[in-house]
């Protein structure tokens, strides 16, 4: 059987494990830019290594390329994810899969600003950082702008929404 680009691939949920999404904002020549950081701890039912096949699985199936281009998500209306923020907290909607966080008010001002956040999905588990406990700012760089972390992800400019606009 030969597979095609378009074919869905199998995507289980309880591969996937906890599903973790971090906010941050970092200095960018024209002001601050919201981030977004979404991943797995790598601990689904079969491990890690399924747990990155089943966010591969989440993302191409929704038409977000792993390691490719950037997808702007204000040139493509029909995008399958989507951003709210709301008070303080941002919840990240897609088919298959949601996520929800309270970022700092740095960050709230930033996508306020902008109007969008850069969000990253990564492939990659990082078991280290979990849900309710703080994260030191050196690993959050570390894993976040490392090369494993960058070329396993989607890279999406997500508009962000709230229930007012």
Not at 8 to 37: C, H, I, K, N, Q
Not at 68 to 73: A, I, K, Q, Y
């Amino acid at each position: 059987m030969t597979s095609t680009p378009s074919e869905t691939r199998p995507f289980r949920a309880t591969d996937l494990g906890t599903l973790v999404v971090m906010a941050w904002s970092g200095e960018a020549p024209d002001g601050d830019m919201p981030y977004l950081l979404a991943y797995t701890l790598g601990d689904g039912a079969n491990g890690p290594e399924a747990s990155t096949a089943a966010v591969e699985a989440l993302l191409e199936n929704n038409g977000l390329p792993v390691g490719g281009d950037l997808v702007d998500g204000n040139a493509k209306p029909s995008l399958p994810v989507s951003l709210l923020v709301e008070g303080d907290q941002a919840v990240v909607y897609m088919p298959g899969s949601n996520a929800q966080c309270t970022p700092p008010p740095e960050w709230l001002a930033a996508v306020a600003e902008r109007g969008f956040a850069y969000f990253v999905f990564t492939t990659r588990p990082w078991p280290e950082a979990e849900p309710g406990k703080p994260v030191d700012p050196k690993a959050l760089a570390a894993f976040a702008g490392a090369d494993e972390t960058l070329d396993a992800a989607a890279h999406i400019v997500l508009p962000a929404r709230s229930l007012r606009s």
